[in-house]
């Protein structure tokens, strides 16, 4: 492994010695010296470079170790340097109040201190200096940062289509349905493994077939080393569950008995035991779950029981050439070079088929290819031997080619684990942090990072992850991490030694961190992204570690001491998400800060009084510190901060004279800012006269979203108050986004109601204003040429908006118009107006309109997509003669509405009326793409004209006349969900209606109460039918259904049910669900014995005692996996327990779960053998209970034993005399004594069965077996 040269860290030196530091002390002429040993040093790095991976064994050798010993000495060097500037900062940044400390012993022990210091790194560089010849080290010219490419790499994926099809036919298949079974994905790195099951995992046709799809990173190389809880927290974390207690719980529940995908990406484990584990675990989903796994190992697909997996080969060698030439050429370039041409179908063709290594070696310059055509890695490849690493090594000439101000940004990024998704701000501030960034032209440092990220994805050396994440390859990590070596390291439970190299660490899981093995050594970066609740770690890195440069400690909890001011070379910090509520006065002196997070700090209520002496600040993050009361007076000295993302007003009344204030002006010349700011609390300024002046945000031309609040309290400052404050908030030009909330004035400010508002702010694109309860006339906003949404809410004064220019068409690009709780608004706009100015409103494709109850009249705009109107009490008129675009309409509760119509709607998918009391006519007729529909609560809605629905598939219809349904159900044959309630005039429903629509496969209906008469007609895709509340049907006439799943019978009469089950006895019946059945006394002794495929049946609050567990019938639902019997009664929000005296439980083979709760009079408990029960949970139950149970059931089979409040101490872990019979439990929750027991594992079993009495609400009864 060759040893990294920091390229970066030596720049950054030689511009350090080239500045004011340079000068000073008076070690201007050893700083020279020092300057010139340097350079010659840095023009020999790219050749050493070189040597060690190209030079025989022993001269390689010889070759790292001088880069070792340079490195270390460099990293020496850095901190002298960062320490006499340092020095100087505070010498130049105190004053007077100081000058005694640096002008008498103390000053001259620094010196002599800097001395001592600067003439051991002389001593080291001369030494290193002197091996140059010897190791035959030539210089050769730096490689300089170039242009990234403007083009984008192609996204499709190349020669995998064949792959991808028969990956998901297995997906799909059901020949043969297994409860869990695996599809593996096997090939080298960099085949597209992960490329390919991202393809799969996103199809439509996956989407649609499981209830639910996880894709969990696993990126385990440790092999046997695999830890089962660490996959389990990588599967929980995908789901993004924060807390991972009792982590095998939580996954149980996720996916029990759900049809899942589950995608492990990039396997390594070959142990069968351990997979083993995790597969029980895996087991409780229902019958055709699915894993596909990526590795690159065969024989981990054979382990995790894919015989036959899909393997990945290389690309054919046409489509190699086509993936190269797409990254390599623009279009239409790719015949300008013909001898590049031959060159570059050479490269793609020694690339023996490998994506990952075309796509890198595409982005190289076309002068490298030459030299990359005669590289000896790449005729290598595909030779005998490690074929991983022969294509890490290809892959370095990535790297090798890399401008050498980019190498240790991309080292750097090996600091994240493999999938980790990292935020580009986040690592272009370490890199600023640990001097990577050069600065040139002028530009800003951030602005420079950006570049660079973008050039490193250019190269395929990072990939996308979103819009403002990247991630790496897992062999691009691999190859980052080679190169870096232990320079960089990711902190794991199987590291048991710090190396004395390590510079930059970080730590991404739970592990007993050993602070003694970090300390001494001279770390640089500390990334905690674990909470840790150790506070004598967090000392230890404010004490210890005084070479830091960035130091990362959110969600610690910490209490930052005051000796945090001793870490002088900091420029990172994050303490984000921690609850402290001060900061030590102690950060101030961390003069070098550059960025400091305090994101989630809910608790914080004050930032330090001198937070103005950190002149290097260029990021203070403190969203989402609701607590803080003000900003420091001083801060408006922090002229180069660019995050500042909330302003706090203070309110200087009651608050500590200790502390100083600043006022709103602070913002003045804080021009640099940028992203949002949020200012709050507005109502507190009390410098008016000079806000009103209008230069605190005029200068901010690099802000683009901009929030005001007014947070009143009881508090009224008056008409004048707030439109002198807001006269004087007027932004740059180059906003984006503004929000406004609490504003009290009854004017909009002048500079909003410029009739010339479209000049002003050319590039304003949304506008929300909140709550503006005082203002008549709305500003111009139709003048806006780039606003695409607008919303005003809560403007209960606002009458109209003011008129602008009359030869500019309004609101030219505006996309979504959301207006709410306006109810003196009398028209959106006047319709005379439109008529004289150009074509207005033409993008405007979403409108929502609430609570506007003065609208009486509605002219939409032909290009609307989505139509929304709610609580416009007064709307008697809605125009949709003509609407082209329309997809989506929505009108709820506007009792005025008397006829809609919708003559020309070719794209309405979705429609929904509701709560329209007098809407007496409807027609539908050019609706072709209608799909969905909702018309509820319309009961004078008696004229329906209609044009057949080809489309249609969704219904629900409630509270509507029988003749509408009729009418719609006639033109509607391809519906696939019906839902009816409320249909008071419904007395049968035929056959003969239900016979239009044979595609059904959903039926409800619900509350009607005069229904009297169902005939079902033979229907072969009816699969969930649900008869709720429906008290007088008599008659139900069925007839053969035989895809019918699921039946639910609610509030019906008994006769019911049996007419259903003679019919049903030999379907596909699987759930059944019984509830409220008056006059049931039996269900026979045929129909529930003959339904062999039912899977789960609930009864509640049934009368129904022969199939309880102690009937003389329960042998005949003994076929059932899953029974329940509810019989809760809920009264006034309680739910009463049992009180039966006595339970018999017979032989039961299939019962693995069995849950007894809140029964304290039973005093009987016979339990015959049940030979697969693995969870027992028994809560307020007498002792003998527990007794009797343990006597019969203390079986090899149990996993999980749960005993609460039962006075029982023979079981006792400490004093418990029968405590060896329960030994052998893995699991052992004992709460009788407030004592949690877990041993090594814990166990699920895959046929989750619950029998229980049962305190419960009936919320919480989710597929359980509960017998009373």
């Not at 007077?96 to 790194?121: E, P, T, Y």
């Not at 083009?151 to 994926?157: I, N």
């Not at 002046?693 to 004048?720: A, H």
């Not at 089950?1061 to 596909?1068: C, G, I, L, N, T």
Request: charged share 25%; glycine share 6%.
């Amino acid at each position: 492994m060759a040893e990294q040269i920091p390229f970066s860290v030596v720049e950054n030196i030689l511009t350090n010695l080239g500045s004011e530091i340079g000068s000073m002390y008076g070690v201007r002429k050893e700083i020279t010296r020092l300057t010139a040993k340097l350079g010659a040093i840095k023009a020999v790095l790219l050749d050493a470079e070189e040597k060690q991976q190209q030079s025989k064994h022993a001269v390689k050798d010889w070759v790292k170790d001088w880069v070792r010993g340079l490195r270390g000495v460099v990293y020496d060097a850095d901190d002298l340097l960062d320490d006499y500037a340092t020095h100087y900062l505070q010498r130049g940044g105190l004053a007077r109040q100081v000058s005694d400390f640096f002008s008498s012993k103390n000053q001259v022990a620094f010196r002599l201190n800097m001395s001592h210091r600067l003439k051991d790194i002389k001593e080291r560089i001369d030494d290193i200096e002197k091996e140059i010849p010897k190791l035959n080290l030539t210089p050769r010219g730096i490689v300089h940062r170039r242009d990234s490419h403007s083009f984008v790499l192609p996204s499709e994926m190349v020669g995998r289509e064949e792959n991808k099809e028969e990956i998901i036919g297995k997906l799909l298949s059901s020949k043969g349905e297994e409860k869990l079974s695996v599809v593996a994905i096997v090939g080298i790195g960099g085949l597209g493994k992960t490329t390919l099951a991202k393809l799969v995992y996103n199809d439509e046709r996956v989407v649609n077939h499981f209830e639910f799809k996880i894709w969990a990173c696993i990126s385990d190389d440790s092999g046997d080393g695999f830890d089962v809880n660490m996959w389990i927290k990588k599967i929980l974390k995908s789901l993004n569950d924060e807390s991972l207690e009792d982590m095998k719980n939580k996954l149980h529940e996720k996916i029990s008995q759900k049809r899942y995908l589950l995608v492990l990406d990039d396997v390594w484990n070959q142990n069968p035991q351990k997979w083993d584990d995790v597969r029980t675990l895996l087991m409780v989903g229902a019958i055709g779950s699915k894993i596909v796994v990526t590795t690159r190992k065969r024989r981990v697909a054979s382990i995790m029981g894919d015989n036959s997996p899909i393997s990945l080969e290389g690309l054919e060698q046409n489509q190699s050439w086509d993936l190269f030439s797409k990254i390599a050429f623009r279009e239409g370039q790719e015949n300008l070079h013909p001898e590049i041409l031959e060159i570059g179908e050479e490269i793609a063709k020694m690339c023996k088929g490998v994506p990952l290594i075309i796509k890198t070696l595409a982005m190289i310059e076309q002068g490298e290819w030459l030299s990359i055509r005669n590289n000896k890695n790449l005729l290598s490849l595909g030779d005998d031997g490690d074929e991983n690493e022969n294509v890490l090594g290809v892959l370095k000439l990535s790297y090798d080619n890399l401008p050498t101000h980019l190498r240790q940004c991309f080292t750097y990024c090996a600091l994240f684990p493999k999938d980790f998704e990292v935020d580009k701000k986040l690592v272009v501030q370490l890199w600023m942090a640990q001097g990577y960034i050069q600065p040139y032209n002028n530009k800003q440092l951030e602005d420079i990072g950006d570049q660079y990220v973008e050039e490193l994805l250019s190269r395929s050396l990072l990939e996308k992850a979103g819009t403002n994440h990247f991630k790496m390859h897992d062999l691009i990590h691999d190859l980052a991490q080679s190169i870096v070596g232990s320079e960089i390291l990711i902190l794991r439970s199987d590291v048991n030694n710090i190396p004395e190299e390590a510079r930059h660490v970080s730590l991404f899981e739970e592990i007993n961190l050993m602070i003694k093995a970090l300390k001494g050594k001279p770390i640089r970066t500390f990334l905690c992204k674990y909470s840790y609740e150790d506070s004598t770690i967090v000392n230890s890195f404010f004490s210890s570690f005084m070479c830091l440069r960035a130091l990362s400690l959110d969600y610690m909890d910490v209490k930052v001491p005051k000796c945090l001011g001793k870490l002088s070379h900091l420029r990172y910090l994050d303490l984000s998400y921690n609850k402290f509520e001060v900061l030590p006065n102690a950060i101030t002196r961390l003069k070098n800060l550059q960025t400091l997070k305090l994101t989630g700090c809910d608790r914080l209520k004050r930032i330090p009084d001198n937070i103005g002496e950190l002149i290097n600040l260029r990021h203070l993050e403190n969203s989402r510190c609701h607590r803080l009361t003000h900003m420091p007076h001083g801060i408006g000295k922090l002229t180069l901060l660019q995050s500042l993302p909330l302003f706090v007003v203070g309110n200087d009344i009651g608050q500590s004279r200790n502390h100083k204030i600043g006022g709103l002006s602070e913002l003045k010349g804080l021009n640099q800012l940028r992203g949002g700011l949020c200012i709050c609390n507005l109502q507190n300024v009390r410098d008016v006269e000079l806000v009103s002046r209008g230069e605190i945000l005029k200068g901010k031309q690099y802000l683009q979203s901009l929030i005001l609040e007014w947070n009143r309290s009881g508090q009224d400052r008056g008409d004048e108050g707030d439109k002198s404050v807001m006269e004087g908030l007027q932004p740059h030009q180059h906003l984006k986004d503004i929000f406004i909330e609490g504003y009290e004035g009854t004017e909009f400010p002048s500079w909003m109601m410029n009739d010339e508002l479209g000049s002003l702010f050319p590039y304003l694109i949304k506008i929300e204003i909140l709550g503006w309860s005082r203002c008549k006339i709305l500003p111009p906003f139709s003048q806006l040429p780039s606003l695409k949404s607008l919303k005003l809410n809560f403007m209960k004064e606002a009458v109209e908006f003011k008129e602008g220019s009359l030869t500019t068409p309004l609101f030219p690009s505006l996309d979504s118009l959301q207006l709410s709780n306006m109810p003196k608004l009398k028209e959106l706009w006047r319709m005379d107006l439109l008529a004289e100015k150009p074509p207005s409103f033409s993008h405007l494709s979403k409108l929502y309109i609430y609570g506007c109850s003065g609208l009486a009249s509605l002219h939409p705009s032909p290009s609307l997509s989505q139509l929304e109107i709610e609580y416009c009490h007064n709307l008697a008129s809605l125009e949709l003669h003509s609407s082209p675009s329309l997809s989506q309409l929505m009108i709820n509760d506007c009792p005025n509405l008397a006829s809609l119509e919708l003559h020309s709607s070719p794209c309405l998918s979705q429609l929904t009326i509701i709560d329209c009391h007098n809407l007496a006519s409807l027609e539908l007729h050019s609706t072709p793409c209608l799909s969905r529909s909702w018309i509820h609560k319309c009961p004078n809605l008696a004229s329906f004209k209609v044009a057949p629905l080809p489309s249609l598939e969704t219904l629900s219809l409630f509270t509507v006349r029988y003749g509408v349904i009729c009418q719609i159900m006639s033109v509607s044959a391809s519906l696939k969900s019906l839902s009816i309630g409320s249909i008071d005039d419904m007395i049968s429903l035929q056959k003969d209606l239900l016979q239009h629509v044979s595609g059904l496969v959903t039926l409800q209906i619900r509350r009607c109460p005069n229904l009297q008469s169902l005939e079902l007609p033979s229907s072969p895709s009816l699969s969930k039918l649900k008869i709720i509340n429906c008290p007088n049907l008599a008659s139900f006439n069925v007839a053969s259904l035989p895809r019918l799943e699921e039946l639910s019978l609610r509030g019906v009469r008994a006769e019911v049910l049996r007419q259903f089950m003679f019919v049903s006895a030999s379907s596909s019946l699987k759930s059944l669900c019984i509830r409220e059945i008056d006059g049931m006394i039996s269900l026979r002794e045929e129909p529930l014995q003959y339904v062999s495929t039912l899977e789960t049946l609930h009864i509640v609050e049934c009368s129904e005692e022969r199939y309880k567990e102690t009937g003389e019938d329960r042998a005949k639902i003994a076929h059932i996996p899953h029974v329940s019997f509810y019989s809760d009664s809920i009264m006034y929000g309680k739910v009463w327990y049992d009180n039966s005296q006595s339970l018999e439980l017979h032989s039961s083979p299939s019962l693995s779960r069995l849950t007894i709760h809140d029964c304290p009079n039973l005093a009987s408990f016979n339990v015959a053998s049940l030979p697969r029960l693995e969870e027992l949970s028994l809560r307020g139950v007498r002792a003998e209970v527990l007794r009797q149970f343990m006597f019969v059931s203390a079986s090899s089979s149990l996993k999980s034993l749960c005993i609460q409040e039962i006075d029982e101490k023979r079981y006792n872990k400490e004093t418990g005399k029968d405590r060896a019979k329960i030994d052998h439990i893995p699991r052992i929750n004992f709460q009788s004594d407030r004592v949690m027991e877990y041993k090594t594992q814990e166990y699920r079993g895959p046929h989750l069965v619950k029998v229980s009495s049962v305190r419960r609400t009936i919320s919480s009864m989710k597929s359980s077996l509960l017998i009373f």
